[in-house]
């Protein structure tokens, strides 16, 4: 799986996507980042990526042809089923089962963002817009390291145990993973949950369930259909 991301500040994302399991899957071969500098795809001697909105307002847009161009360069060199997302607070919610979807594909080209948006005929050479949460960043960039992780971490062969990506909050079910515990037994008087260091695995996995599906309610219960703003005002 190939990654490339179109941006103005591409030396802000290098030592990000290096670390940790991203790094090592890197490193392995397993997936493959690639990052452009938009202003290489400019064709003026300013090297201009944006410009005003027409009708006015205030601040600058970012303008359609460097993408373009860089788009056209990405898939010149990338081969198969690949899909073009454009980051952006106008985009639609990116959620766990677009990670999935997408780590079937053979590449993802990331386009970021700044100032005041992207000339909206980019629309045209776009699969999708994303958004990662109703909160307005200063570009795309943090949003599509979000993206390359999350996708990353549902590749085959980057996270090492399967299994931890299957005990994942929203893996297959609508719900947070469960709270989990390590050394030592009890700090300052507060004890590991007596069922986990019982041995016993059925209980365990009762217990996580069971843990799962509370912190869901308290932390996320829209996640479970349920809307407690209105449940307490209707008393
Ligand atoms: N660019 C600015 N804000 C963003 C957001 N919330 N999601 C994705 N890209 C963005």
């Known amino acids: 799986m190939r990654f490339d991301i179109l941006t103005i500040f591409p030396e802000a994302l290098r030592e990000l996507l290096n670390i940790g399991i991203l790094g090592q899957a890197r490193a392995a071969g397993v997936i493959d980042v690639q990052l452009h500098d938009l202003r290489e795809y400019t064709d003026d ?18 303008k359609v042809e460097p993408f373009v161009r860089g788009i056209e360069a990405i898939r010149a060199e990338v081969d198969g089923d690949v899909r073009i997302l454009l980051l952006s607070p106008q985009g639609r919610a990116l959620k766990q089962s677009d990670a999935a979807s997408w780590a079937t594909l053979d590449g993802l080209i990331l386009l970021c963002g700044r100032y005041e948006g992207v000339d909206e005929r980019i629309t045209a050479f776009i699969d999708d817009e994303i958004s990662i949460g109703d909160y307005v960043l200063a570009g795309g960039e943090t949003a599509a390291a979000v993206v390359v992780e999350a996708t990353a971490r549902m590749t085959p062969g980057v996270v090492g145990k399967y299994d931890s990506i299957q005990s ?64 307490s005002d209707n008393g």
């Open 45 to 62: 001697p300013h090297r201009l990526v944006d410009d005003r909105p027409y009708g006015g307002g205030a601040g600058m847009l970012m």
């Open 168 to 231: 994942d909050s929203f893996y297959d079910k609508p719900r947070l993973g469960a709270p989990q515990y390590t050394r030592p037994p009890e700090f300052r008087g507060l004890k590991v949950p007596d069922v986990l260091l019982s041995g016993d695995h059925a209980k365990i996995d009762a217990f996580r369930e069971a843990e799962a599906w509370k912190k869901t309610m308290k932390n996320r219960p829209e996640l479970l259909g349920l809307n407690l703003e209105e449940m």
